[in-house]
């Protein structure tokens, strides 16, 4: 069984950054792809970013993020990082991450395992 830990959230500025990390363990095996979700109360969950496994390291973001946030793995520690810079108060929301083997379960939010999620609080 993997487990999988967020760790990093907190509470900042508009223009500010915050950087989130996912641990995942309890398997000899790392080769996950990994992503991350967000949601907010009342509204449905929306991929934020997600970055494949091995030394190709694909990676996709949501329109709203990209050029903003940037996922990166450290496969030696089995941590994925997300660096979230110039946020916006509409980035406020709870962020999950998840693994899983395929990337196409990743792509289609099917990941098999999930954290239980870091907030994220931007204000205005």
């Known amino acids: 069984q993997v487990q999988v830990v967020e760790s990093g959230g907190g509470s900042v500025q508009a223009g500010g950054s915050l950087t989130l990390s996912c641990a995942a363990s309890?398997?000899?095996?790392?080769?996950?792809?990994m992503t991350w979700f967000r949601q907010t109360p009342g509204k449905e969950r929306e991929g934020v970013a997600a970055?494949?496994?091995?030394?190709?390291?694909?990676?996709r973001y949501e329109d709203s993020v990209r050029g903003r946030f940037t996922v990166s793995r450290d496969d030696a520690k089995n941590i994925v990082y997300l660096q979230m810079d110039n946020l916006k108060p509409e980035d406020t929301a709870m962020y999950y991450c998840?693994?899983?083997?395929?990337?196409?379960?990743?792509?289609?939010?099917?990941?098999?395992?999930w954290g239980q999620g870091t907030q994220v609080t931007v204000s205005s």
């Open positions: 998840a693994a899983d083997r395929t990337w196409g379960s990743i792509l289609r939010g099917a990941a098999q395992y």
């Open positions: 309890g398997s000899s095996d790392r080769s996950y792809c």
């Open positions: 970055i494949a496994w091995g030394t190709t390291g694909t990676t």
